[in-house]
């Protein structure tokens, strides 16, 4: 039962352009949201979070914005430029539950 | 800079042939866990130590153990490694001060072959 779905597994954008990573989720309990970043032989990097008491988050070219009512959430890099080529993961979890219920990520890449 | 630590960065083992994988950290972070990711697969979280109490996900098998014997410390040992083992392992590190939205931070990973 995937609870976190990033249903693109790859994404190609223009270096420059914008590009948009998204993740649906199922459990509505869950009410804290995160990206991370993974380049290759590598761990993932934290990125940007969100609450479920805001519907978006703004930091420097990362943007996230979360849709509770369509669980839908959003990752926004404008502009994009080649060192954000990595995979990127989306993850959730519920106040009361330590664990990090993960996305199987989306693989972004920018094209100069 | 403070870290997580994953040594090796490539473990080959032998099918059967116990093998441990280590982590360490200098974040003094009370909670390790320790992920298996396969290929275009999220992470899987096989267990963790929140301080010195150990949490074993249901469904990760009896072939993975784990041990922490310090703060900076932690081990992940598979006593009979099969070929579907294979996989990328990494270790995360988290600050966990009552129930708050932690942040993980993970090690670069022990990338396990099993011949």
């Known amino acids: 039962d995937q609870q976190v779905k990033q249903n693109s597994p790859s994404l190609s954008v223009q270096e420059g352009r914008i590009s948009i990573l998204n993740c649906d989720y199922t459990?509505?309990?869950?009410?804290?949201f995160l990206w991370y970043k993974k380049y290759p032989a590598e761990g993932p990097t934290f990125l940007i979070s969100?609450?479920?008491i805001k519907d978006k988050n703004e930091d420097g070219r990362f943007t996230v914005f979360l849709n509770k009512s369509a669980k839908h959430l959003s990752l926004h890099i404008v502009p994009s430029q080649p060192g954000d080529s990595a995979v990127y993961f989306c993850a959730a979890k519920k106040d009361s539950n330590y664990q990090l219920i993960w996305g199987a990520g989306t693989k972004l890449i920018i094209k100069p | 800079d403070a870290m997580v630590i994953q040594n090796p960065r490539y473990q080959v083992t032998q099918f059967g042939k116990p093998v441990t994988l280590s982590c360490s950290q200098t974040l003094n972070h009370n909670v390790m866990y320790w992920y298996q990711q396969k290929s275009s697969q999220a992470p899987k979280l096989l267990f963790h130590?929140?301080?010195?109490?150990?949490?074993n996900e249901a469904d990760t098998p009896d072939n993975f153990q784990s041990r922490r014997p310090n703060t900076s410390f932690c081990f992940l040992d598979i006593r009979s490694p099969g070929l579907g083992d294979a996989a990328m392992y990494l270790c995360a590190t988290s600050s966990r001060t009552g129930v708050t939205n932690e942040k993980l931070f993970f090690g670069s990973g022990t990338q396990l072959s099993v011949l």
């Open positions: 130590y929140y301080d010195k109490d150990f949490n």
């Open positions: 969100i609450s479920s």
């Open positions: 459990n509505s309990m869950f009410d804290y």
